[in-house]
């Protein structure tokens, strides 16, 4: 976190306060962890992922939490200002102005394009992949994680003749519908909007 920030709720709550109007706030990430792991192990592979993350993209400010409700499926939220921590003293206002590139000390703190950069996204999709991989090693377990699509795991194993693998890879992905989508889902279950009245 910046200096200035006395901790996650204090760098959050000038977020909220200081970024700018219709900018994007954060980054958050939803990541599945594995079931076998012990709660240390699920913590290790986080933190790697998160030390590996930062030496490749830069040191952005990030706060995760750990979800597990005994259903079979712990992930973890990781969420990240894309202001990448630059180390020139600031307050909380000027860290979220606009960033001077000709006088640095005078604006905020650049937001980083790293996440805009398609391979970057792959890439940090297949490094947390090898975090749960080394975790699950780390533990006397099988790796498992595999960051490609499912559509090409499927073909993989469909062409070496791995019907039980394939099996397994048919089934549906699940997609979250969103809060927009399902509030007018609400409203249609409830009879106060039409389904003609939905847009497309």
Not at 127 to 133: E, F, G, P, R, T
């Amino acid at each position: 976190l910046p200096a200035w920030a006395a901790g996650p709720a204090d760098f959050w709550s000038a977020v909220d306060g200081f970024e700018r109007k219709n900018s994007r706030l954060c980054l958050e990430l939803e990541l599945n962890l594995p079931r076998e792991l012990s709660r240390e192990g699920q913590v290790a592979a986080v933190a790697d992922y998160i030390d590996r993350l930062t030496a490749a993209a830069g040191a952005f400010p990030i706060t995760w939490a750990i979800h597990d409700s005994d259903d079979g499926n712990p992930h973890v939220h990781l969420m990240l200002q894309e202001r990448a921590l630059d180390g020139r003293a600031r307050g909380p206002r000027e860290h979220f102005k606009r960033a001077n590139s000709k006088n640095p000390e005078q604006g905020g703190v650049v937001k980083s394009r790293w996440w805009h950069k398609r391979e970057n996204v792959f890439w940090s999709r297949a490094l947390w992949a090898d975090a749960c991989n080394q975790a699950l090693l780390a533990e006397g377990f099988r790796p498992r994680f595999d960051p490609r699509k499912k559509s090409e795991r499927l073909d993989e194993a469909l062409r070496a003749g791995d019907l039980r693998k394939a099996a397994e890879l048919c089934t549906q992905t699940e997609r979250h519908e969103g809060v927009k989508v399902a509030a007018a889902r609400k409203k249609l279950e409830s009879g106060h909007i039409e389904a003609a009245d939905l847009p497309e």
